[in-house]
């Protein structure tokens, strides 16, 4: 079965650094887009940043662009979330996720699996 196992959590000081990853099994991973999402408490789970791999598109959420940036290793089956210069917004449980298509709000996503989540902590 589909696996997607997140990991690199954890609590930060704000302005630090964390990077997730997340090992994906069971699936054909170059053939899928891979997204991060985050849901913080009290809130709905948001789009953050997707990658489409084979030269794709990437996709950034606004309040991310600059500071996350995702990255893929096709022959681990592993995407990964570097996230830097974090804020105490940035606090949330964050999921790995894969689909056929995943995009910013408003636009066209499918989300066929999910990860577990991640807590990222930042302090102030």
């Known amino acids: 079965q589909v696996q997607l196992v997140e990991s690199g959590g954890g609590l930060v000081q704000a302005g630090g650094s964390l990077r997730l990853s997340c090992a994906a099994s069971g699936l054909t991973f170059r053939n899928y887009a891979m997204g991060w999402f985050r849901q913080a408490p009290g809130k709905s789970r948001e789009f953050e940043v997707s990658?489409?791999?084979?030269?794709?598109?990437?996709y950034y959420a606004d309040s991310v662009k600059g500071r996350f940036t995702i990255s893929r290793d096709n022959a681990k089956n592993t995407v990964y979330l570097q996230m830097n210069s974090l804020n105490p917004e940035d606090t949330a449980v964050y999921y790995c996720?894969?689909?056929?298509?995943?995009?910013?709000?408003?636009?066209?996503?499918?989300?066929?699996?999910w990860g577990q989540g991640t807590q990222v902590t930042v302090s102030s």
């Open positions: 996720a894969a689909g056929p298509t995943i995009q910013p709000m408003g636009l066209m996503t499918l989300v066929n699996f």
């Open positions: 990658d489409r791999g084979s030269g794709g598109s990437t």
